[in-house]
């Protein structure tokens, strides 16, 4: 993702129902983490599980990029302080949550089930 010099990232924090859209996300950025959400700056939001991330920003009219990870979750770069709403990361950190982490435990776990089925002739 190319983004441009300067811009800045905020991760939320919190829990957040990915279900929700423009509106409400930009309300999240306006009163919880106290920021202008058509400043330019871009704002990041993960679903409990972290398998989901939607990005906020304004570019003459509000856009959200969503990412859906198939396997793994999206790792939390920074260290955030207890009752914080939001952090401020950089841009090769948001590039980093976004490729994604993969989690050696769960990958394993989604593939003991999974064995191939062989089919016998059809008689």
Not at 63 to 80: A, M, N, Q
Request: hydrophobic residues 40%; charged residues 25%; glycine residues 8%.
């Amino acid at each position: 993702m190319i983004l441009p010099r300067g811009v800045s990232v905020f991760l939320a924090t919190g829990r957040v129902d990915l279900r929700w859209s423009f509106d409400a996300l930009s309300g999240l950025a306006k009163d919880r983490m106290r920021q202008d959400p058509r400043s330019g700056a871009l704002f990041v939001f993960l679903n409990a599980r972290r398998t989901r991330a939607k990005v906020l920003f304004f570019d003459h009219g509000y856009c959200i990029l969503h990412k859906r990870l198939d396997r793994g979750t999206f790792p939390v770069p920074v260290v955030v302080q207890p009752g914080a709403e939001h952090v401020a990361i950089s841009a090769a950190e948001l590039e980093l949550l976004l490729r994604g982490l993969e989690d050696p435990r769960r990958q394993r776990a989604s593939h003991r089930g999974t064995r191939k089925r062989t089919t016998s002739a059809m008689h």
